[in-house]
């Protein structure tokens, strides 16, 4: 094998002139044939990162796209190892720390690295590096593996079909991405393991029941499994979204819906609702034997607590539950994650925006008078000469004197508030895009078909019969307004203002506008709002996406970063007692026959009904406040915590009220109301909003604590991979060179180099054009030490670094149009230097002396 990868002095010269990408053809492809490597099962240029979205002003750009340079798979759909390819007078181990950055990112045992005739091999597996002949072969790695996996899955050797490398299905419009590959494997991997509860997590947009698609495909057409059921919540829209994914499976799926249970099919599809009707002695769910389902996939399970799908769970609990969410773990949602445990793969919103899968956004936030002050006070309304309106038919409303902003269009409604923020958004949408897609979240139906009013009227003169629509699940006969508003092809609606409809699950790609009319407390709900704006949609040239908050929802940002507060560790004693009595609200009297509910843990209900005198008792509960839920025909249903007691005799009572219509709120006319403060946060890093000054600060910062001074950076910098490497570690920490030339220096005829030194070092700024005049006037000698053909090349070099800056400093760049044109090919220009390594040492002098002070 040495002796094949033999080349001469005089040849190693030649390839030194090279492109990289005819290198790898030359050197690095024929050592994978020689290693029987199919060329099937060979990546090149695997992209890793698309490149963040970068907000310039109205228009957006993309940060350079991450690539490994090979990517190994075994039968096509399971990655095994990445290469990454050096030119050949590199060090062969020079790219094994970019291997093993991007083969953790893939998930893969195997990082190489070679220069063409060494090779560098990393197996995480033993965490060892050796220096290695050849490659090994396609089957020499996948029984690596394997003896690893079997570890855990004795299994594995004897399956006669394997669904870990049972081929995915093919789709030439739709090929995974790494992130999905990564999460079907880490799923069926635990489905091997025999763990029968799973947890998937990944943002909205990034393919979800996309990735559940490819992972039932491999496990029913492997044989591995029988039967599915995937479960969706409430709107019919999601199960047939749902449906429609799994194509693939044609006449083998089928719906489940009221009056028709399938059973000769694969893949079933229904709604929890739907699953739970009938009576509580025949769920429809009970038509199917317990053990009919091998594996039930909860869509969106965070959704729905344990009201709905825990008795559906429980009855089929010999099946594998495999949950789905876009959430990561909250205080809100940890009893879902105390169900189905961690993640075995998690991809969220950041990452997905950072590697550019996902739209980038910007923050808008919009207070009025009253929403700033928080609330509003009766009295003082009065006082400013608004008139104030009771309902007539509740004269036994208690009244009080001051309202919080959450309570806007609740208790109390402010017509005039209504009127301001619509009138501000009007103008914000005009300025911005009137027909860009928008979706506006309200505090009931009532709000969404005021405020579907005021922007209906507001641009009428656009000549749209429908251009605003509501779009609630109230309004049941008009599905069309809905599809439209999803269509990226047509133009109306172009405002959807909605309640809870549009907050998960519904794809509509082309929003650029994501309103806040409602407040919010819940993160995980905040998390999926914000989901709906994140997709990317070539169609309508949507790349990013504006959130507008005009009751401060985007505080929400922060807690999104964080985790949930967890109690202390241990075991719990379930030893305390809860006993509780129901009585009528008005009458006080007892209520017989209310049903009880506690959940002492995740995923498990205790229920029964209070006695004649409202009584009921639970034991064997926790030490710590629980939730109880109670509810009887006729009255409203009430959810609280309820906190067990050491002592049995110890009474909580539980207050219902009886159910009537909804009371209207006090109206609020005529009072001034304003536009107080309006700022636009559009730089995310570190986890939190920033505006531009603490973008400026945070960044300072984050770049001194890497670089000690000027002179560091410059030497850095004038180092290709260095500067790579070290632009990378910014990136993680949200700090990018385009966002602080464009949005914080406004500059876009400055070198990286610059914007990073006057930032962290208050260095003044010089202009690329500045720079390379100075080459000019200051290193005559060094340009007039060269030959005349050659120095017509180096001012044409240093008129490129004008143009593109460092990054266009390099050997590739003779490749470049213009150079090719005007030199009649590369190898004439390298001629004009005498050698190829003479070339490569005057531009790596040019990236020294352009930096010169």
């Known amino acids: 094998m040495e002796e094949k990868r033999y080349i001469p002095p005089e040849e190693l010269l030649k390839i030194k002139g090279l492109s990289e990408d005819d290198t790898r053809v030359k050197l690095f492809d024929p050592q994978l044939k020689t290693s029987e ?37 075994y039968k096509e759909s399971f990655p095994i190892a990445v290469i990454e390819a050096k030119r050949e007078y590199k060090h062969p181990a020079d790219g094994i720390a970019q291997a093993k950055h991007y083969a953790q990112r893939l998930g893969v045992n195997f990082a190489y690295s070679t220069n063409g005739r060494g090779i560098e091999e990393f197996d995480f597996s033993t965490n060892l590096q050796r220096s290695i002949e050849s490659f090994p072969t396609s089957e020499e790695l996948y029984e690596r593996v394997k003896s690893i996996l079997s570890e855990n899955i004795p299994a594995l050797v004897t399956l006669a079909e394997n669904p870990l ?81 799994f194509r693939g499976f044609g006449d083998a799926r089928d719906k489940i819906i009221e009056g028709k249970t399938p059973k000769a099919r ?55 539950h495999l949950g789905m969410t876009a959430t990561p773990k909250r205080d809100d949602n940890i009893d879902t994650y105390a169900y189905f445990g961690d993640p075995v793969y998690e991809y969220d919103m950041s990452e997905a925006i950072e590697d550019g899968y996902l739209a980038n956004y910007l923050v808008q936030r919009v207070y009025t008078n009253i929403d700033r002050a928080g609330g509003i006070s009766l009295e003082e309304a009065k006082l400013q000469g608004a008139e104030i309106y009771y309902p007539e038919e509740e004269p036994e409303r208690i009244i009080k004197d001051y309202y919080n902003a959450s309570e806007f269009e609740k208790g109390i409604s402010i017509p005039p508030r209504t009127k301001e923020i619509c009138k501000n958004l009007a103008k914000i949408l ?23 009013k005021e922007l209906q009227n507001h641009f009428a003169y656009l000549g749209y019969s429908n251009f605003a629509a509501r779009i609630v699940a109230e309004d049941k006969v008009d599905k069309k307004q809905l599809e439209n508003f999803k269509d990226s092809e047509k133009i109306v609606p172009v405002i959807a203002t909605t309640v809870d409809l549009l907050t998960t699950g519904v794809d509509i790609p082309s929003v650029k506008n994501i309103v806040f009319l409602r407040t919010l407390s819940s993160v995980v709900l905040f998390n999926q709002i914000i989901g709906r704006g994140t997709r990317i949609d070539e169609t309508s040239s949507k790349y990013y996406f504006r959130i507008i908050d005009y009751t401060g929802a985007t505080r929400l940002f922060s807690k999104l970063k964080e985790g949930p507060r967890l109690p202390p560790g241990g075991l719990e004693s379930f030893d305390y007692f809860l006993k509780g009595q129901v009585f009528d609200a008005e009458t006080q009297l007892p209520i017989e026959e209310a049903k009880v509910i506690v959940i002492p843990r995740p995923n498990e209900q205790i229920q029964e009904r209070t006695d004649k005198e409202g009584f009921f008792f639970f034991d064997k509960l926790p030490r710590r406040p629980i939730t109880l839920i109670v509810f009887k025909s006729g009255y409203i249903r009430r959810e609280l915590k309820a906190s067990p007691a050491e002592e049995p005799s110890k009474v909580f009572y539980v207050s219902l009220y009886k159910e009537r219509l909804p009371k209207k709120p006090i109206i609020i006319d005529k009072i001034p109301i304003y536009i107080e ?34 002179e560091d950076l410059k030497r850095l910098w004038i180092d290709d991979e260095k500067r790579i490497e070290f632009l990378n570690d910014l990136s993680t920490l949200g700090i990018s060179i385009q966002i602080i030339s464009s949005t914080i220096l406004q500059r876009s005829d400055i070198d990286g180099f610059d914007v990073l030194s006057h930032i962290a070092f208050d260095a003044p700024i010089i202009s690329r054009d500045e720079r390379a005049k100075a080459l000019l006037n200051l290193k005559q000698k060094f340009i007039a030490s060269y030959p005349p053909e050659a120095r017509e090349v180096i001012l044409d070099l240093i008129d490129q670094y004008r143009l593109g800056g460092i990054d266009d400093l390099k050997p590739e760049v003779i490749k470049l149009p213009r150079f090719e044109q005007k030199y009649k090919g590369v190898k004439n220009i390298i001629n004009k230097f005498g050698k190829p390594d003479i070339f490569h040492k005057t531009i790596n002098k040019l990236k020294e002396l352009v930096y010169v002070p």
Not at 45 to 51: E, T, V
Not at 225 to 243: C, F, G, I, N
């Open 37 to 73: 490597w199919k060329e099937e099962n060979i990546r090149r240029n695997y992209c890793i990162s698309k490149g963040k979205i970068i907000i310039e002003g109205d228009k957006t750009k993309r940060a350079e796209p991450k690539f490994a340079d090979y990517v190994l798979f």
């Open 677 to 710: 403060t309006e700022e636009e946060i559009s730089i995310e890093a570190g986890g939190k909003l920033l505006k531009k000054a603490e973008y400026r600060k945070y960044s300072q910062k984050g770049i001194q604590e890497k670089i000690v001074n000027l």
């Open 430 to 452: 005009e300025t911005f895009g009137p027909t860009d897609k928008t979706i506006i979240y309200c505090v009931n139906i009532d709000h969404a078909e005021d405020v579907k």
């Open 266 to 320: 694969e893949i079933y599809f229904t709604t929890y609702q739907t699953l739970y009707t009938g009576d509580e002695s025949k769920r429809l769910y009970q038509v199917y034997p317990p053990d009919f389902f091998d594996l039930i996939i909860i869509d969106e399970c965070h959704r729905s607590g344990f009201g709905t799908w825990h008795g559906i769970l429980k009855y089929f609990n010999k099946a594998i």
């Open 165 to 245: 490398t049972y081929p995915v299905y093919y789709d030439p419009r739709k090929i995974p991405y790494f992130y999905q590959l990564n999460a079907i494997k880490s799923v069926i991997l635990a489905i091997l393991k025999g763990q029968k509860r799973i947890l998937l997590t990944m943002a909205t947009g990034t393919g979800k029941t996309y990735a559940a698609f490819q992972i039932v495909w491999k496990l029913v057409k492997s044989g591995y499994l029988k039967k599915v059921l995937y479960l969706t919540d409430r709107a019919e829209v999601l199960r047939d979204q749902a449906y429609n994914e």
